[in-house]
């Protein structure tokens, strides 16, 4: 079945840094999806990409979706300590989502 | 967030005892789904339902079981709940508007199982 990987795992960055995750899917997808997950909390949609190539901004936050489709980026600008959480890709399968496994970020003062 | 309730939030039991877990929508949404969350492994779909009596297994149904009667509650069970079901559980919706289908969480329920 569709599979989506992601990495890193974790990343702790000092405050100020950049940081960026990737998600990889196995398979070509329709669209993909940006959750964010704070500590204790549950998932919130962020962005979903289209197209091929898409590149969509949210304030420090940019997005992109890679042309052949089957990968995207998250890439922050400048982390603050309210950049703190977890963030999960998610493909579309049908009628669900098939989620990556997450990038825990951590952000020092 | 979407009118999504999760009960209950919290729940301890023993292994063997059955359980269930109630998600509660208040927007009419078709689609309900549950998920399970574990350290290392993301969020992982255990079942959906895509209408009233309508559903389907995810990736880890093994040991669960879901109902939906009405379109507002879609009801998961343990039948007799292992310690390998400790986890996070999150109930979701599915929104569309647009073009953009998005999922919108409950907050979560706690299951630990001794």
């Known amino acids: 079945g569709q599979q989506v990987m992601q990495i890193p795992q974790y990343q702790h960055v000092q405050e100020g840094e950049d940081f960026t995750t990737y998600c990889n899917s196995s398979t070509t997808l329709s669209n993909i999806q940006w959750y964010k997950q704070r500590p204790g909390g549950h998932p919130v949609f962020l962005i979903q990409l289209v197209k091929s190539g898409e590149v969509k901004k949210q304030k420090r936050l940019t997005f992109q979706f890679g042309e052949a489709k089957k990968n995207s980026s998250l890439h922050i600008t400048a982390t603050q300590t309210t950049d703190v959480g977890t963030y999960f890709c998610?493909?579309?399968?049908?009628?669900?989502?098939?989620f990556g496994t997450g990038t825990r970020l951590q952000v020092f003062p | 967030d979407a009118g999504i309730t999760q009960s209950p939030r919290h729940k301890v039991t023993e292994t063997g005892t059955p359980v269930t877990l109630r998600c509660h929508q208040t927007e009419n949404h078709r689609y309900m789904y549950w998920y399970r969350q574990d350290p290392g492994h993301g969020l992982r779909l255990i079942h959906y339902?895509?209408?009233?009596?309508?559903?389907d297994k995810g990736e880890v149904s093994d040991g669960y079981s879901v109902s939906r009667s009405k379109t507002e509650d879609f009801l998961l069970t343990l039948e007799s709940a292992t310690s390998s079901q400790t986890s996070v559980y999150f109930c979701?919706?599915?929104?569309?508007?647009?073009?953009?289908?998005?999922?919108?969480f409950g907050p979560g329920t706690r299951l630990t199982v001794l």
């Open positions: 979701a919706i599915r929104k569309e508007w647009g073009r953009t289908d998005t999922q919108y």
């Open positions: 998610a493909g579309e399968d049908t009628d669900k989502l098939i």
């Open positions: 339902s895509y209408g009233v009596k309508d559903t």
